[in-house]
Each structure stands twice: as structure tokens, then as C-alpha cells.
């Protein structure tokens, strides 16, 4: 089940979803909603292991970790053809 970012599923809205399946108030027989139970699993799941849900502060912290990687190996690299370059 592919979600566009807009549309993920909250840590809150699968908490519930959860509670409703283990107390039998889902009718896992419909179409779809042992898709949505296993999509509710899954966030919380993730919300437990990284702390964090998709979507949320763990991408920013992402994209920001590899702008500061791709710095430094800029940084590094031009610190080596400088010398190199003045040389000629």
C-alpha cells in the first residue's frame, strides 16, 4: 500500500487502528483493511525502533548529515589541488 507523503498515517491514527484490530472492531474480511492493519504495525514499529515516524524530523536530520558529508569531502578535496594548483 503506497501512500503519497501527504497522506501517511500518524503515529496516533495507527495506535488506533491497532487497538481496534486486537479488539475485534475491524472486519479484517473487507478489501483493504488487513492492508491498512499492516500499515498501522509497520509506523508503529518504526515510531518504536527510530523513534520517529516517516515524514517527520528523522529526513531533515538525513538530508542535513549528508550536506555536511558532501562538505567536508569538498572541503577535503580542495584542500588537496590548492597546493597543486599554485604550484604551476
Known sequence: MRQ?????????????????AA???LDL????????????????VTAYMWGT???????RRLHTGVALGVGMVVATVAGFCVPFLEAH
Do not use: C, W
Not at 503519497?4 to 481496534?20: F, G, H, S, V, Y
Open 4 to 20: 503519497n507523503r501527504n497522506e501517511l498515517m500518524t503515529l496516533d491514527e495507527a495506535t488506533r487502528i491497532e487497538a481496534q
Open 53 to 59: 515516524t516517516r515524514g517527520e524530523s528523522g529526513r
Open 29 to 44: 474480511t473487507l478489501p483493504g483493511t488487513q492492508a491498512l492493519v499492516d500499515e498501522a504495525r509497520r509506523v508503529h
Open 23 to 25: 479488539s475485534g472492531a
